[in-house]
Structures are given as C-alpha cells and as structure tokens.
C-alpha cells in the first residue's frame, strides 16, 4: 500500500498522526511538499524589471529559491521525525495543486488536512489547493482536521428557498 501524505506548514501535524493512525506499518509512505512557483518568480521579475540585467549573481529571486528548498527540507525532517516509520520525502515544484495530484496517481490513498476556515463546519474549511485535490485525487483521500474539529452547530444555515408556486 503506498500512502502519501501532504506535507504544508500549519498543518502538517495532523497528517503524520493520520499517517500513524491509518496507514498499516508495511505501507510505502511519502511524505510530499510542494513549493509554489510565486515567491522566485516575482523576486526574479522585480531584479530584471527594476534592477536591469547583467548581474546574475545578485538576482534575489534565486536567494528565495535556496531558502525555500531548505524550508522544505527542514519541514520534511520534521515530519519524518514525528512520524518515527521509515518513509520517502518528495519535494516538488510547480502549481502546488496539479503537483499534488499528479503525484497520487497510483497511491492507495492521499492523506491532506483542510487548510481553509477551521472554525466552522463546510466548504470553506477547504483553501483553493486543497479544494482543486480533493475535487481532482486519482485515489481515495484522508481529510483531516488540523485542530479538534468544530461542532456541527458551527454548520453554516441552508440558503433561503423562494416559496413554491403552485
């Protein structure tokens, strides 16, 4: 069984216990952590629209593509840490979204925590990423609940409904 669990700050916690909970102890396990493309790309807009070209060694933007990865891998450590199992860590880059979704093809299950509004019960406890990969998995999910979960008085009401005509 290979299970991948999706590693992002804040929530990161609550899928390595899901992981410990839920996955069997021969499972292939990976630990997954997107880095968006933004951040580099804006710091290499603003050199080259701002700052001219021709100094590529004092191009910001590749400053903020190292201290990413080393983000990444510092988070990736913790996880595996916390997790105390053998798994695999797999740091990727591009649309956090698609990346997310093309690295569950052919996984047993996908396990992500909701990342929007976590005060109240609903679509919004889901952020746009994880909307896209749970609307997108190639394979079932685990959504987790970072903190303890909201009661179901947190629901938000039913829309309004016009009276029938008859």
């Known amino acids: 069984m290979r299970v991948i669990a999706w590693i992002t700050e ?5 899928c390595i216990d899901a992981v410990r909970s839920h996955a069997p102890e021969a499972a292939d ?13 804006v710091a290499h807009g603003a050199f080259a629209g701002l700052l001219g070209r021709g100094h590529p060694e004092r191009d910001p933007g590749t400053v903020v593509e190292h201290l990413a990865t080393a983000s990444a891998e510092r988070l990736l450590a913790e996880a595996a840490q916390r997790l105390m199992r053998p798994c695999h ?10 990346e997310v979704v093309a690295a569950a093809e052919g996984a047993d299950l996908l396990i992500l925590a909701r990342d929007g509004d976590r005060t ?10 994880s909307r896209f990969i749970v609307d997108h998995a190639p394979c079932p999910l685990l959504l987790v609940w970072p903190e303890t979960t909201p009661g179901v008085a947190t629901i938000p009401p ?6 029938h005509h008859r």
Do not use: K, M, N, Q
């Not at 804040?10 to 609550?14: A, K, Q």
């Not at 109240?120 to 990423?129: D, E, F, T, V």
């Not at 039913?158 to 009276?163: F, S």
């Open 10 to 14: 804040g929530t990161w916690p609550s």
């Open 89 to 98: 860590r797999v740091e990727r880059t591009g649309r956090i979204e698609r």
């Open 120 to 129: 109240h019960l609903g679509p919004r406890s889901l952020g746009p990423a």
């Open 29 to 41: 396990i990976v630990l997954l952590h997107v880095t968006g493309p933004e951040a580099p790309g």
């Open 158 to 163: 039913p829309p309004p409904h016009p009276p």
